[in-house]
């Protein structure tokens, strides 16, 4: 059965500092992977998504994800980040072929430190 | 465009009500899916709809149904409330299938008491 793993219930980071949510994905197919952000009592909003046209994706917000297929990895970084940033971010899997299933990771809390 | 619209945004329900959580989007989307979040757990696909009159169940279904009279609208029907159903619902859309990302409403926060 097809997995997503997101390490890391709460992520802190200093405001101007890196910031790297880590996603693992676990399928034999090359997948199809998103990361999505909730802001508080908000829905999710897409940050980007990949679909095999390039590994480095640039999504919203100064976001940017890169898909390593050797490590079934979708790991979300921005370089700097912002006290706006601070939010729930949700990576998602699917697999091509018949009705394409939609798997949610657990989510990621990142607090900004100012 | 006003995207995905869920209302109500709270809801508090006693044990054995029932209830509708409705649905809307303005996209023209043809497929719409409803999901609940629950603290730490993600979020569980309980129905979807490839387009009008056309729905099938996902991950958690039980205690719920739907109906797709229309491209525009997807609610859900809690019949029977127990206090498992408490949690948060969103209902969700996208162009063609998944691949394209999902818009999501800003959700219904449902209480069972």
């Known amino acids: 059965a097809q997995s997503v793993t997101q390490l890391g219930s709460h992520v802190s980071v200093s405001e101007g500092a890196l910031v790297l949510l880590r996603c693992n994905y676990s399928?034999?197919?090359?997948?199809?992977l998103f990361w999505y952000v909730q802001y508080p009592n908000q829905g999710l909003q897409l940050l980007l998504k990949?679909?095999?046209?390039?590994?480095l994706v640039k999504g919203i917000n100064g976001f940017e994800a890169e898909f390593k297929k050797s490590e079934t990895s979708f790991h979300l970084t921005k370089p700097s980040a912002h006290m706006s940033d601070a939010a729930e971010y949700f990576c998602?899997?699917?697999?091509?072929?018949?009705?394409?299933?939609?798997?949610f990771g657990t989510g990621t809390k990142l607090q900004v430190i100012p | 465009n006003a995207g995905v619209t869920q209302t109500p945004k709270f809801r508090i329900l006693k044990i054995g009500q029932s209830m509708t959580l409705q649905c809307t989007q303005d996209?023209?989307?043809?497929?719409m899916y409803w999901y609940r979040q629950d603290p730490g757990m993600g979020l569980k696909l309980i129905y979807y709809s490839v387009g009008a009159g056309i729905t099938d169940k996902g991950e958690v279904p039980n205690g719920y149904n739907v109906s797709r009279s229309t491209t525009e609208d997807f609610p859900l029907r809690l019949e029977l409330a127990a206090p498992s159903q408490t949690s948060v619902y969103f209902c969700?859309?996208?162009?063609?299938?998944?691949?394209?990302?999902?818009?999501f409403g800003s959700g219904t926060r449902l209480t069972v008491v």
């Open positions: 996209m023209n989307h043809n497929y």
């Open positions: 998602a899997v699917i697999s091509s072929g018949g009705y394409q299933k939609v798997t």
């Open positions: 399928s034999s197919v090359p997948p199809y």
């Open positions: 969700a859309s996208s162009e063609k299938s998944q691949g394209y990302g999902y818009t």
């Open positions: 990949y679909t095999s046209a390039a590994t």
